[in-house]
């Protein structure tokens, strides 16, 4: 710091060069060095929302790094946005594409790779999940919306059956026309009312195809199953994170796994190598052969009976 | 820039060596495919999607199939036990459904446990009397007998008789029409050593109208190729009798084919038998009354004996002849003309012919000698 006169200006040493503050005037020694804090603060706080260089040392600054090995099928994305009104929170913000695809293989044909259902998972460190904020999560407690539908139906029967007979017979004699006539008349009438009463009552829960599960999971499933053919998220928020300030090390890493039984694999052989139709047997296993092979083409862990397709790592070191 | 907006060529060298094995590997067993494709038993089955895999002759102890999708799944001779892992597993109508949903049980009821234990310990008359007294209402151990009862079943793989006993008993009382599928379907793949219990379970199928059960057929078209006869024979006359597709009628005639003459001989006979009493008529050797071979000429004598024999049957008044199928009438006249039996022999002829639609190729000897036409090209 230095005293400037009349006037006098902070200066900081940050990030491997002198940076200079107008700190004000004319202020008592106590006062100036409250400014001077402040000033600090307030240059850590612009630091951490524009992402400035002059950050380093102090001011956490994250990264990301997006590995996609088969981009074509499955492609995520992730960054952390500051929170302008909570200092220290942070939207983790995801992109996540997913849709079929065929992968040419010259030495054995053509192979449709398709996604029935899809893991996101998250792994934090040094940061906390800030509760209520967690994408395609339900009311808590597993309310469901029930619906009550009641139905009254009335039906009335009215019917008037009339059924009238008429019988005339005319006899005529030698006197004189002597005239016989006979009606008879039969009339009835039904009346009916029906009334019923139906209830049906149905529960009504909202469908995420990005649902939040337990352990920072997210199950990524269409309503109606069938295979995975959309963005299902577009730099949507995933959730808000806060920093834990005592942590050392502060990230996340967010992946998209499947299990071999939701990746639905299909070949269709060159006609010249592997001429017969393939057995339920050979069909199955060489599904598992290939699910290995696209597992372990972007991870260095070993196959477990599920495939890690994308990674993106978030961390605040290079 | 871009290499390619498309995927190719991503899988490894040792995926396409796996895939490449595999293509080959169609008459393997599902245990010598997964060495061939190079596979990890104890890994790479978990969460894999293997419904309606035939498991048929494979060692899957040390097999990690945790989360696996195997409804369906069929095999017969299947060798299983505490190492193959099966925890979270999708296992409706398979092989496994019946066994590890008792293993559950027993694994969460101590008290059924012991009590297991201490039964299974006893001699197999001890077993049916306990069986018997405790699925009643009255019984004792009613809460445990039927679970119980179930597992004395599948422990008496080696006793025949006893493992018929207690399917008798456990058939009617199973909770459902899916418990009593899973417990058939278990008991015919374990294929046991005589044919009373196969026959029994089929019997059982057809009492319970379950003979459509895709799962069931599946195990009885693979007990057709059992090295014991009375067990192959038990299944061609299940899937014959209880209409069958076209497919399964190929396999059972190409297994036929390619074995010894007695599978063939059981394939014709049931095959006449389902047509009606003039194809099991034409189809029989009339001295010795076997069924003929799939594929055979005979000579034009045998052609008349055939003719006559029908007519024998035809022509018999008896009273308990009547009721009876053709091929099993005894009575009958023994003078018939000339044209009678000749006029027989052409419509044995016609039956032939039809049954060539069905593998069964029978003819004359005469008619196997090339004509002089062919001769002559």
Same mark, same amino acid.
């Given at each position: 710091?230095?005293n ?19 700190a ?24 951490r ?49 997913i ?9 054995i ?29 339900g009311?808590?407690?597993g ?6 539908q ?76 069938g ?43 060159k ?47 290079r | 820039m871009?290499d ?30 997964v ?23 494979s ?9 696996a ?14 190492t193959t892992?099966?925890?979270g ?30 039964i299974s ?15 009643l ?18 422990q008496?793989?080696?006793?025949d ?25 278990a ?5 046991p ?11 059982? @199928?057809?009492?319970?109208h =379950?003979?459509?059960? %895709?799962? *069931?057929?599946?195990?009885? &078209?693979? !007990? /057709?190729?059992?090295?014991?006869r ?8 299940f ?9 399964e009628?190929n396999?059972?005639?190409t297994?036929?084919?390619f074995s ?26 009339p @001295?010795?009354?076997?069924p =003929?071979?799939?594929? %055979?000429? *005979?000579?034009?004598s045998? &052609?008349? !004996? /055939? ?9 018999s ?31 044995v ?11 069964i ?17």
């Amino acid at each position: 710091m230095v005293n400037g006169g009349t006037q006098y200006a902070v200066v900081v040493y940050l990030a491997g060069s002198f940076v200079v503050f107008r700190a004000g005037s004319r202020c008592p020694e106590r006062e100036r060095a409250y400014d001077i804090i402040a000033m600090i603060v307030s240059v850590e706080y612009v630091c951490r929302v524009t992402g400035c260089p002059l950050s380093n040392g102090i001011i956490m600054n994250y990264f990301s790094d997006d590995q996609n090995p088969l981009a074509q099928l499955i492609e995520l994305k992730s960054s952390l946005v500051p929170k302008n009104e909570t200092f220290g929170n942070f939207d983790l913000v995801v992109e996540l594409r997913i849709n079929p695809d065929e992968i040419e293989e010259d030495r054995i044909g053509t192979i449709r790779v398709e996604l029935l259902e899809a893991t996101l998972f998250a792994d934090f460190s040094g940061l906390r999940v800030v509760p209520k904020t967690r994408h395609g999560q339900g009311e808590t407690g597993g309310t469901a919306r029930i619906e009550l539908q009641r139905e009254i139906v009335t039906s009335k029967t009215s019917e008037t059956e009339k059924k009238r007979s008429a019988d005339a017979s005319l006899v005529a004699s030698g006197v004189g026309p002597e005239g016989k006539l006979g009606l008879s008349g039969n009339l009835s009438k039904l009346n009916a009312e029906t009334i019923t009463l139906r209830e049906s009552e149905s529960s009504i829960e909202d469908f995420y195809p990005v649902r939040a599960l337990s352990d920072d999971r997210w199950k990524i499933a269409n309503r109606e199953g069938g295979p995975l053919n959309t963005a299902f998220l577009d730099n949507d928020r995933l959730c808000e994170v806060s920093e834990v300030q005592e942590a050392n090390f502060k990230g996340v890493v967010t992946s998209v796994a499947a299990k071999q039984k939701h990746v639905r694999i299909k070949l269709e052989q060159k006609a010249s190598i592997l001429a017969a139709p393939f057995t339920r047997n050979q069909q199955a296993l060489m599904n598992i052969v290939i699910a290995k092979s696209l597992h372990e083409r972007g991870q260095t862990s070993d196959y477990s009976g599920f495939l890690v397709f994308s990674q993106s790592t978030i961390s605040d070191e290079r | 820039m871009k290499d390619s907006p498309f995927l190719s060529n991503v899988l490894s060298s040792s995926a396409v060596s796996g895939i490449n094995a595999l293509a080959l590997a169609i008459e393997e067993t599902f245990e010598q495919q997964v060495k061939l494709a190079g596979l990890m038993p104890a890994q790479d089955f978990k969460n894999a999607d293997l419904w309606d895999v035939d498991l048929s002759d494979s060692n899957l102890r040390g097999f990690d199939f945790s989360g696996a999708d195997l409804r369906g799944a069929t095999g017969i001779r299947v060798q299983w036990d505490d190492t193959t892992i099966l925890d979270g597993a999708e296992l409706s109508g398979s092989i496994f459904a019946a066994k590890f949903r008792l293993k559950i049980y027993f694994d969460t009821d101590t008290q059924a446990n012991d009590l297991l234990e201490s039964i299974s310990r006893q001699s197999w008359s001890d077993k049916i009397l306990w069986a018997g007294q405790n699925l009643l209402s009255s019984g004792r151990y009613h809460e445990f007998a039927l679970p119980i009862t179930e597992a004395l079943f599948y422990q008496a793989r080696n006793d025949d008789f006893l493992q018929a006993e207690l399917m008798r008993y456990l058939a009617p009382r199973m909770r459902s029409m899916e418990e009593l599928h899973d417990m058939l379907v278990a008991a015919i793949s374990d294929e046991p050593k005589a044919a009373v219990v196969v026959r029994s379970a089929f019997h059982l @199928i057809q009492r319970q109208h =379950l003979t459509n059960a %895709t799962h *069931i057929r599946q195990h009885a &078209l693979m !007990l /057709i190729k059992s090295s014991n006869r009375a067990i192959q024979e038990e299944a061609v006359r299940f899937l014959v009798r209880n209409r069958p597709t076209r497919d399964e009628i190929n396999t059972i005639r190409t297994v036929a084919q390619f074995s010894d003459g007695f599978l063939a001989g059981v394939y014709v006979a049931e095959i006449a038998r389902t047509l009606g009493g003039a194809y099991e008529i034409a189809t029989r050797d009339p @001295i010795s009354n076997a069924p =003929l071979p799939m594929k %055979t000429t *005979i000579s034009p004598s045998g &052609l008349n !004996l /055939i003719a006559r024999r029908w007519l024998r049957a035809e022509s018999s008044r008896n009273a308990s002849d009547l009721t009876l199928p053709l091929v099993q009438r005894t009575g009958g006249g023994n003078y018939f003309s000339l044209e009678q039996i000749e006029q027989k022999a052409v419509k044995v002829k016609e039956i032939w012919e039809k049954m060539k639609i069905v593998g069964i190729e029978i003819g004359v000897e005469a008619d196997a000698l090339p004509s002089h036409d062919e001769e002559a090209n």
